[in-house]
């Protein structure tokens, strides 16, 4: 099981989701709100070979912790994940927009700066300007398109520019959630949860809970479970090598 956006030190009892997806062999990707989060993220996840910690900036938190941008650049030369970044522009936060696209903007430049990075990024409501700043700047990193949610047009646009996505049930309860995932390159997929911000029945996702996804991922792609899980599994992997590259260390 892949879990390659979770919030894990958001949940009410970190630890105890830490060790049990530990125990489960779950490869999850803690990405963080803020970059004051990782080095705690760090600790709390310490020895767990299959979990991995990114260093982010919420574009929800921008507006307030804009400055905190120069510790995501302090920190990127620690981890080879980035992440939560990105840009919202939902009403709620339209009017930090500009800020928020110069702050992602930087986060980018210093990833290629870093020799490149695998990005997880969110971008609700704004995929143009998301996509405008990788075109821009990104050559070497990696960017994951968290929850992605935008128009036939712009996922275009996204796989022209070399996109992979993360997609969870969460995604996959509304029609335009699944007929996103079956227009998306099938070697550019992995799972997510998006926990603890997601839940079923008001009881939020685990990183295990990715298997959900699975059945309807099966019906859009029409194949069995095993052979999507699979085709995950062998995407994570791929994902993975590039940080044997030269360009990502």
């Not at 989701?17 to 990405?31: C, K, N, Y």
């Not at 430049?109 to 990075?117: I, L």
């Not at 007929?179 to 009881?203: H, K, Y």
Request: charged share 25%; glycine share 8%.
């Amino acid at each position: 099981m892949i879990d390659i956006h979770c919030h894990l030190d958001l949940y009410p009892n970190p630890g105890r989701v830490i060790a049990e997806a530990d125990a489960r062999g779950a490869f999850v990707l803690a990405v963080t709100t803020t970059p004051k989060a990782f080095l705690g993220n760090v600790r709390l996840t310490e020895g767990r070979k299959r979990i991995r910690v990114a260093v982010g900036l919420h574009p929800e938190l921008v507006a307030s912790r804009y400055r905190e941008v120069d510790d995501v650049r302090k920190f990127m030369s620690q981890t080879k994940y980035v992440g939560e970044i990105g840009i919202d522009g939902s009403p709620d936060y339209s009017s930090s927009l500009k800020l928020q696209i110069e702050v992602f903007s930087t986060i980018l430049k210093d990833a290629e700066a870093h020799g490149g990075k695998i990005l997880s990024i969110h971008s609700r409501g704004a995929a143009t300007a998301v996509l405008d700043g990788i075109e821009k700047n990104l050559i070497t990193s990696i960017p994951i398109l968290h929850w992605f949610s935008g128009t036939r047009k712009e996922l275009d646009r996204a796989i022209e520019l070399g996109c992979w996505f993360s997609v969870g049930p969460a995604m996959l309860r509304g029609r335009k959630g699944r007929e996103l995932l079956a227009l998306m390159p099938r070697n550019r997929l992995l799972t997510e949860t998006d926990g603890p911000f997601t839940s079923d029945g008001g009881i939020p996702f685990m990183p295990w809970d990715v298997e959900a996804a699975l059945p309807i991922w099966a019906d859009a792609w029409s194949c069995s479970i095993s052979e999507v899980d699979r085709s995950i599994r062998l995407n994570l992997r791929k994902l993975l090598s590039t940080l044997d590259q030269p360009h990502a260390e």
